[in-house]
């Protein structure tokens, strides 16, 4: 089903809540809405296959912006909020966009992309203004509530994250299917997680991220209700699962260590009795912390392995976890491959790179023909590859190490930053962490990290010892950093994620600056 189903039979059931302000969007309102704003792109040209941007905030019109696009048979790309004009604005440029939705809250921001946009000749602003934009309120009022005929459901064109280099965009042929038939995520909501009509999912993360927007889709065509927050504070997303009694959700491994370090006190102010289901992906989740979790919360936290690419989707309950910890899961989609740097098949418990073959499934990174082809086996190219490195367990289940491009070798020993990473981030001290190698005349390369410390938390040499001692008493010697700097904030890429790639070049060319200058 799809939202206009429900409105047709809860036309008051809320299909967003906005946690902050309390705001609620009704079916009846999302409905019809979404339908107004797909009138209107209809009429100003937006054909089956053009492509709508949103850049926004978590705001109270972002899922009917989304829904318009669906039903329109259009592709819709999330873009994040807090890129500059030039980084966001080549996103838009670069998806092709022939529309564009903002809100006040960044119209200057906005404003300043329309000169590099000549192609997106819609452009809708909500709650302000902005020169270039139209008040979105007074577009959509002049279209009727009316669908748009004819045409097959829409898709996502989202930008993937990679390691190196601008975001590339995401294009999968459009579903042969209509909205009404729904989407692949629903599906798995309903079959794995037990959705329905009375859930209600709470949505801690941005929605310009392909996991958020696609569950609380998939809220809509169950029926339930999305409780969006408009950023992640650890005890307050503990205290919406009380206020609304949430029963679903999904998070990050970071969002699991920022409520684990929450006092026991404040921990135990909230009823959580209400979850039936959480899951996590995003980021390989430190043994500990997902282990403290489930003695916490209870076998309730599931964690999928997937992507924007959509080549593969692994799943992995709490049962299943505890006797295979560190795992991702067993494939449901797609078969794994893992592969030596010639494309050789590796047996199990041997890492390599992890590659996926799922029938049907294809995709490209747009404009990109060189990235898309480095994504294909060298000897299956119906084989594809995120760049990930992994082993498969003799009872194949699959084990995440890192990215191709962040394993350090030292001594002639495959180090995997993620571990490193996951043990650094535990210590009170530490808000977030990157781990790299570096250039070693003897080892070939050497372990660094870079700390954001907590809040409150001086970057000093003191605690660097301290971290270096912590880290020695939970993994081996040969991985423990060489080196810790501090730095008040790490850099993001265009998704939000660590700027590993960038961070790591900044310190290489201070490297070679150093040698040039010592010469």
């Given amino acids: 089903m799809y939202p206009g189903t429900h409105a047709a039979m809860a036309p008051d059931r809320a299909a967003v809540i906005m946690a902050g302000s309390g705001e609620v969007l009704t079916y009846r309102e999302l409905n019809e809405r979404s339908m107004r704003l797909a009138q209107l792109l209809a009429a100003n040209g937006l054909a089956e296959g053009d492509r709508v941007s949103i850049f926004a905030e978590n705001h109270i019109r972002y899922l009917e912006v989304y829904?318009?696009?669906?039903?329109?048979?259009?592709?819709?790309?999330?873009?994040?909020?807090?890129?500059?004009?030039?980084?966001?604005?080549?996103?838009?440029?670069?998806?092709?966009?022939?529309?564009?939705?903002?809100?006040?809250?960044?119209?200057?921001?906005?404003?300043?992309?329309?000169?590099?946009?000549?192609?997106?000749?819609?452009?809708l602003i909500a709650g302000g203004t902005a020169e270039g934009f139209e008040p979105y309120e007074e577009a959509i009022a002049g279209y009727p509530a009316e669908e748009v005929t004819g045409r097959r459901r829409g898709d996502v064109l989202l930008y993937s994250s990679g390691t190196t280099g601008r975001p590339k965009g995401v294009r999968q042929p459009l579903p042969d299917k209509t909205v009404e038939q729904g989407g692949a995520v629903s599906a798995l909501a309903r079959n794995f997680l037990g959705m329905d009509d009375t859930s209600v999912y709470l949505s801690p993360a941005p929605l310009y991220h392909a996991a958020p927007l696609g569950w609380s889709a998939a809220v809509h065509e169950l029926g339930g209700t999305?409780?969006?927050?408009?950023?992640?504070?650890?005890?307050?997303?503990?205290?919406?699962?009380?206020?609304?009694?949430?029963?679903?959700?999904?998070l990050v491994p970071t969002m699991f260590v920022r409520m684990?370090?929450?006092?026991?006190?404040?921990?135990?102010?909230?009823?959580?009795?209400?979850?039936?289901?959480?899951?996590?992906?995003?980021?390989?989740?430190?043994?500990?912390?997902?282990?403290?979790?489930?003695d916490w919360w209870g076998p309730i936290v599931s964690e999928y392995y997937?992507?924007?690419?959509?080549?593969?989707?692994?799943?992995?309950?709490?049962?299943?976890?505890?006797?295979?910890?560190?795992?991702?899961?067993?494939?449901?989609?797609?078969?794994?491959?893992?592969?030596?740097?010639?494309?050789?098949?590796?047996p199990p418990g041997e890492v390599g790179q992890i590659y996926s073959h799922r029938p049907g499934v294809t995709f490209e990174y747009l404009g990109d023909a060189e990235g898309t082809q480095r994504s294909r086996h060298p000897v299956h190219p119906e084989w594809t590859t995120l760049g990930d490195m992994g082993y498969l367990d003799a009872d194949g289940y699959l084990y995440l190490t890192d990215r191709k491009n962040f394993m350090i070798i030292s001594g002639g020993v495959n180090i995997y930053p993620a571990e490193i990473e996951g043990c650094l981030v535990l210590h009170p001290a530490v808000a977030d962490v990157a781990v790299f190698g570096l250039p070693d005349p003897e080892?070939?390369?050497?372990?660094?990290?870079?700390?954001?410390?907590?809040?409150?938390?001086?970057?000093?040499?003191?605690?660097?010892?301290?971290?270096?001692?912590?880290?020695?008493?939970?993994?081996?010697?040969?991985?423990?950093?060489?080196?810790?700097?501090?730095?008040?904030?790490?850099?993001?890429?265009?998704?939000?994620?660590?700027?590993?790639?960038?961070?790591?070049?900044?310190?290489?060319?201070?490297?070679?600056?150093?040698?040039?200058?010592?010469?």
């Fill in 67 to 123: 829904w318009a696009a669906i039903r329109s048979g259009l592709y819709v790309t999330g873009v994040n909020w807090h890129l500059t004009a030039a980084e966001a604005g080549y996103i838009v440029a670069n998806s092709g966009a022939k529309a564009l939705f903002t809100t006040g809250a960044i119209a200057a921001t906005a404003e300043r992309m329309v000169p590099g946009l000549p192609e997106c000749r819609v452009r």
């Fill in 226 to 250: 999305v409780v969006v927050m408009e950023r992640f504070d650890a005890e307050q997303y503990l205290e919406l699962i009380d206020r609304y009694r949430v029963t679903h959700s999904q």
């Fill in 260 to 294: 684990l370090k929450l006092s026991a006190q404040v921990r135990s102010k909230y009823d959580l009795s209400s979850l039936r289901q959480v899951v996590h992906a995003g980021a390989p989740c430190p043994a500990e912390v997902k282990r403290a979790m489930i």
């Fill in 306 to 346: 997937s992507s924007t690419e959509g080549n593969s989707f692994t799943w992995i309950t709490s049962a299943d976890w505890l006797q295979h910890p560190g795992s991702v899961g067993k494939p449901m989609l797609g078969t794994p491959h893992i592969c030596d740097e010639l494309g050789n098949e590796l």
């Fill in 443 to 519: 080892m070939g390369e050497f372990v660094q990290a870079v700390v954001e410390p907590a809040e409150g938390v001086a970057g000093t040499p003191e605690l660097a010892i301290e971290l270096t001692a912590y880290a020695r008493e939970h993994i081996a010697g040969y991985k423990v950093p060489r080196r810790i700097d501090f730095r008040e904030s790490l850099p993001r890429m265009p998704t939000g994620k660590l700027a590993k790639g960038p961070l790591r070049a900044e310190y290489l060319g201070r490297a070679v600056a150093g040698a040039v200058s010592a010469e």
